[in-house]
């Protein structure tokens, strides 16, 4: 059974090509592949008609949360996929999640009695969907993923995203991997994810590439460039909401 509570810390950075390889070649005497290292991850993050969540987390308050359903490939209607809300708190991170089949996470979020995953956070997941009132699918952010994790601490995680695509339309997970980039050509987005402090020897190798942490929320810069570009909401049609296939 896949893991469903997580609590950690994350820290972001973006890395360019050169940066990229020099790091995962030193990385190689501390870390394995993930026995998923290879993966693109699909998610859907829900909001309010005003975009609250996500206006709220760019203001970078103490307390901020995202709802979103989640995939590892494109699935069909049956394939299991992860209702998940994250929740972050003075720097940690809080992530709770359910899996289920997509037809029922999707009956879920329409406000539908489902036979429960995990009782639990399903309650939460509801109560916040009452709390905000008129939350619906408003982002598709989609990336190819390599995942690794320490030899010595099985904790300690690092990831690589690449290809971060997103659209504000056809938000359906079934309905495939596209949209528009949201990196510069090159670019990749680590994330170094851990519960406790970060190893010294990690520390170092950062300092000596000249690595430094970043701010950087995919939902929240696909959001920013949209508004940007006044384009928000401008192709969204009947799609907006993932179908039940």
Request: aromatic letters at 12%.
């Amino acid at each position: 059974m896949a893991q469903e509570v997580f609590k950690r810390t994350e820290k972001k950075y973006l890395l360019d090509r050169e940066t990229y390889e020099e790091l995962v070649k030193r990385l190689a005497y501390y870390m394995d592949k993930d026995k998923y290292f290879d993966s693109e991850i699909m998610s859907i993050y829900f909001d309010t008609p005003d975009y609250r969540l996500i206006r709220t987390s760019i203001e970078k308050p103490v307390f901020k949360e995202k709802i979103r359903l989640r995939s590892y490939g494109v699935p069909s209607s049956e394939d299991e996929v992860f209702l998940e809300i994250k929740r972050k708190f003075k720097g940690v991170v809080y992530k709770r999640r359910s899996e289920m089949p997509l037809n029922e996470a999707v009956s879920f979020t329409r406000g539908a009695q489902i036979q429960p995953h995990n009782q639990q956070i399903e309650n939460e997941i509801k109560w916040a969907f009452n709390y905000y009132n008129s939350l619906s699918p408003k982002m598709m952010i989609s990336y190819h993923r390599h995942a690794y994790v320490g030899k010595d601490n099985k904790n300690l995680r690092i990831t690589f995203d690449d290809r971060i695509l997103y659209r504000d339309y056809d938000l359906n997970l079934s309905n495939g991997i596209y949209g528009e980039e949201l990196l510069k050509d090159g670019q990749r987005l680590m994330e170094i994810k851990i519960p406790d402090a970060m190893p010294l020897w990690l520390s170092d190798i950062l300092d000596e590439l000249e690595i430094f942490s970043t701010s950087f929320s995919k939902y929240g810069t696909a959001y920013q460039t949209l508004l940007k570009n006044n384009a928000l909401g401008k192709h969204r049609d009947s799609a907006t909401m993932p179908r039940a296939i």
